[in-house]
């Protein structure tokens, strides 16, 4: 069973470094072992160990240990592994360390050290082998940068005639990103190939970190010559061998999408503080609210600090639900109209919910209008819709409305009901003598009569038509029924109205019923209005009822 190896992620060169007698291993920055050779293994561990991940102290045995040292961090050459991993700020030169074999022979080792940043990951690769004296082998080196997705050039510093540096290696990734065969640039200046560079910045961060042996990241920036241009991240390090280093790669489309993205977010803020429209962004899995416009703190009479982070439930649900209506992800409200508060008071809210996804995250876009002065005004509308324009009492469409209720009412409580319609006697005689100017000053006398009589607050008068008006008396049997009609009739003649040579009167038709229900509220006028037509016969100005 062979050994297992954990592989690095941007280091795809396992075959090539299997075939190499040196033994090679790499570290990541929390000193566990993320890549070992076949030379490694076979040179280090015993048939069928793994070491997937651990840390190069429990691996590694080092020649203090014949003192009794083990596999501790303190053992000496354990330490100088992790001094370099420590130290991701230093490139070193070649050292020499001890190790114990898996058969026990204590050998002498040489090894190189360097640290990468890939990405946003660094690594350490270490290079070593059992002989003393050699120089470093570059191509080692330039194997493993030939297979990296980024691109790496390698550079020479010259001094003559000036400071610059040369190009020595250029990997196929570079060839990709700067539109140049590697053929074109080796030995070439690098101000000559990139003419900018010096403008660009990069020749600064060549200078610094040859001088201090320090690797640098330089920031993404915007390169341009007469050949190309586009944004570049660099990071720039130091071999042992005194070349440099430049790992790079090209973020053009990625830095037009952030500027794509950024100037669609403008755009948005944009509009979201200019539109009068309260928007509030909420947060799909919280259900926090994470942006608000100008618009919706004033909507709900609150600064931005105090509904940002705030649960949805806190603000923006109408205040009669228990939770948030938005149960999932895949679900939006049409526009629904409900009430919130304002401070302490209530405003009518028209709320529409979608969704929408932005960096990956999805979100609720809630739509707020206030329309409290709109359903105001459709409040007075309605108020004026249901009034006789001439007596200021409720018309026939009134009625039918509040009649329902007022049946629904006495059925629940089990009280009975009486409705009355009067009517005034010969009241075309009157139009006639009078003029209709007078019929009208007449009406309004007589539904203010009316009106003033009935004392009870439940109790309403409406026009019913023409000369016609309808009296509903809530909780209120058949004698009190009569009481309250005879009374009416009476005042109303008492009034003297003067019509021709006598006084207006009217006649009355009493209907009372005990349980009713919406479906018999036709059947109520009708019985009422027959017993209208017995009190015409019988003379008029005289009140006749009826019980059901």
């Known amino acids: 069973m062979q050994n297992e190896k954990t592989q690095v992620h941007h280091f795809p060169m396992s075959t090539y470094f299997d075939r190499l007698d040196n033994m090679v291993f790499i570290l990541n920055d929390k000193f566990d072992i993320t890549y070992h050779n076949d030379a490694f293994s076979s040179r280090i561990l015993d048939e069928n160990e793994s070491i997937n991940d651990q840390q190069v102290g429990q691996v590694l045995k080092c020649s203090n240990s014949i003192n009794g040292c083990g596999n501790s961090y303190l053992c ?4 100088i592994f ?8 230093t490139s070193l030169d070649k050292r020499t360390c001890k190790m114990i074999l898996k058969e026990g022979q204590v050998i002498e080792l040489e090894f190189l050290a360097t640290t990468l940043k890939v990405g946003q990951e660094s690594h350490t690769v270490f290079v070593m082998d059992n002989y003393k004296g050699p120089t470093y082998n570059r191509e080692v080196f330039y194997q493993l940068f030939q297979n990296f997705k980024s691109g790496v050039a390698i550079y020479e510093r010259v001094d003559n005639p000036y400071t610059d540096y040369t190009f020595t290696y250029f990997n196929n990734a570079a060839e990709r990103i700067d539109n140049i065969d590697s053929q074109s640039v080796l030995s070439k200046k690098v101000t000559e190939v990139f003419p900018m560079v010096k403008d660009f910045g990069l020749f600064d961060i060549f200078e610094e970190v040859w001088e201090s042996g320090r690797p640098m990241s330089y920031p993404i920036t915007f390169y341009k010559d007469n050949r190309i241009s586009g944004w570049r991240d660099n990071y720039v390090f130091k071999l042992p061998t005194g070349e440099l280093v430049a790992v790079y790669e090209d973020v053009t489309e990625k830095k037009k999408a952030e500027e794509r993205v950024l100037e669609a977010r403008n755009w948005s803020n944009l509009i979201l ?3 009068d429209t309260s928007i509030f962004i909420v947060d799909c899995n919280s259900h926090l609210i994470e942006d608000v416009n100008d618009a919706g703190c ?6 931005r600090e105090d509904i940002i982070g705030s649960n949805c439930k ?3 649900c109408f205040r009669d639900v228990d939770e948030c209506p938005i149960k999932h992800k895949n679900f939006s409200l049409e526009a629904t109209e409900g009430v919130l508060k304002k401070n302490g008071q209530e405003i009518s809210i028209l709320k529409t919910v979608t969704q929408g996804i932005f960096n990956e995250k999805q979100y609720f876009i809630a739509s707020l209008v206030d329309i409290s002065l709109q359903k105001e005004m459709e409040r007075k509308l309605e108020k004026i819709s249901m009034i006789d324009e001439l007596t200021q009492v409720g018309n026939r469409r009134a009625l039918f409305k509040e009649l329902s209720n ?10 009975p009901l009486s409705v009355a319609i009067l009517d005034i006697d010969n009241f075309k005689d009157y139009n006639d003598s009078y003029g209709h100017v007078k019929g009208d000053e007449c009406l309004s006398k007589i539904a203010g009569i009316i009106r003033d009589e009935l004392k009870r607050p439940c109790d309403k008068v409406y026009r019913y038509g023409g000369e016609e008006f309808v009296a509903v008396l809530s909780d209120t049997g058949t004698d009190g029924a009569y009481v309250v009609t005879e009374k009416l009739r009476k005042k109303i003649y008492d009034e003297q109205i003067q019509h021709g040579s006598t006084y207006v009167s009217v006649s009355i038709g009493v209907m009372t019923v005990n349980n009713a229900n919406n479906n018999m509220i036709n059947s109520i006028i009708q019985m009422a209005d027959e017993q209208l037509y017995l009190a015409k016969e019988d003379g008029r100005n005289c009140v006749k009822t009826i019980f059901l």
């Not at 000496?76 to 330490?79: A, F, I, N, Q, V």
């Not at 004033?298 to 600064?303: E, V």
């Not at 007022?406 to 009280?415: A, F, Q």
């Open 273 to 275: 503080k200019t539109v």
């Open 76 to 79: 000496k050459t354990c330490d």
């Open 314 to 316: 806190s603000h923006i």
């Open 298 to 303: 004033k909507l709900l009479g609150l600064p």
């Open 82 to 89: 992790l001094s370099v991993c420590e130290d991701t700020q």
């Open 406 to 415: 007022t049946i629904e009412y006495c059925r629940y409580n089990h009280k």
